[in-house]
């Protein structure tokens, strides 16, 4: 997993490539941190260039939410396609994150 | 030994460590009885207090089977046996991995490759040096004592987790167990479990409702290991304790998503299937968050996937499932796994669709009963056995009678 985000004001984009399985689990704390160092309100975390993600990965998202919304805070996922789409439908992840 | 000593202080910072003393236990070997006092005296001064000497390589190998010392300082040229031979051999024959310092006046950086070719762990250069012996040789005694130590808690540690592993296994049903369940309930059953890496977070059960119809259970948490085991066996206690509206999968399924939200930390959640099969009516009911599509291969051949979407258990408190039924008739199998027997995260097109796993299951199934298909989809499925440790591995195949 790689990934960069776009901070612009109000709103921050996190884009995450690659795969996001149990192994990213540090690398992500850095994604975690981020979201709640930065002044962004808004966080967008897209998924275009996601390949795989597994439940691991899934928890992670979960968990970068739940920290978000404990600093009042709002977490949107993007660009759910392929596989992290059909995880994704399969898992009802759209009921606690909110997908644009 | 004068000389030592104005050798060693010529060097104060060796002066100041000259009092620790250590007890491992060196064995100094050179034909040359002054190298070996030389040796000997440089590292009792530096706080050795157990040094042994052997003056070739034949001796050197009886003292080293007899007391297997922590650390050798060797020399090459020897009558009888040289060093390179003592190397082999206390690699190859005895197996042993001590550290083996090899004081040598070679100067040609091929001989000195060889030393390291024939097993030597580090070279002192020839004539010795005291502080730079000392230094060689309190690193390596330093490193092996944390070898051992590493050693010797990875051997406990793996212990413990054999340990853990047996108890988890323990609270599975045997096949035996299961059946007497399910057969006077009108269906037969065969299951498998195989935890990755000793400890996982599979877990499935199966219990009895009433005279015509009891309740699977099949539930992967997230994450392996020791986190994913302990959180197993609080949600095996969970189950048990959720005698309430087994009858109804749904319901049974949202009570144990909310009781499994307050257990687990955030990041961690379950997927889960619950089918309740009723023998009068030979309907499989079932509800499921987010399990892998459980597959209905058909008497007649056919096969389809059942919908087994759903939100994930331990996520929010208080999802709703919903119930799905399916009509089975005698004959007709029902497959449950968990995701490591599908996905393949090195080669994202080599996952098994459901399809894939229908088709092989019929294949192994084909005029067979269903006594050995786990063993036998494992075999088909895992061409390399090392990629089954991946992930824990459950696979229940229930046929109605």
Known sequence: MEYRIDS?????VIKIQGVLTFDDHEKFKGVVKSITGDDAKQIEINLTETKMIDSAGIGMLLLANDKAKKVGKSVQLSGVNGHVAKVVELSKVDQLIPII | MPVVKEMLLEDPAYEAEMQHSD?????VVDDLRSSRMLIGA????????????ASDGVEAMAKIRESRPDLLVLDIMMPNMDGFEVCRRVRNDLGLDIPIL???????AEERVRVFDEGATDLVSKPINAAELISRVRVHVEHRRLLLNLRQYQNRMEEELRTAEAMQISLLKTDEEALAITEPRGAKLVSHYQPSNKLGGDLWQIFPIDE?????LEVDLSGHGVTAAINAFRLHMLIESLTENRGDPAKWLGDLASNLYKLLPVEHFATAFYAVYDKR??????????????????????HEALDASGMLLGCADDTVYESRRVQLNEGDRVL??????VEDFKDMDKSLSEDDVADISKKILAG???????????EKVFVDPSEIMRDDLTIILMEVS
Do not use: N
């Not at chain 1, 612009?8 to 921050?12: D, K, L, N, S, V």
């Not at chain 2, 090899?102 to 040609?108: H, Y």
């Open chain 2, 336 to 341: 449950l796994y968990s995701d490591a027997l």
């Open chain 2, 102 to 108: 090899v004081q040598s006046g070679i100067q040609e």
């Open chain 1, 8 to 12: 612009q004001g109000e709103r921050a």
């Open chain 2, 368 to 378: 067979r009963d269903i006594t050995d298909f786990p063993a036998r989809i494992i």
């Open chain 2, 23 to 27: 007890d491992s236990r060196i064995l």
């Open chain 2, 42 to 53: 440089v590292l009792a001064a530096a706080g050795f207090t157990h040094i042994d000497y």
């Open chain 2, 281 to 302: 009516t030979q309907i499989l009911e079932f509800a499921s968050g987010a399990a892998p599509a459980p597959i209905v291969l058909r008497q007649d051949g056919g």
């Open chain 2, 212 to 216: 015509d119809r009891f309740g699977l």
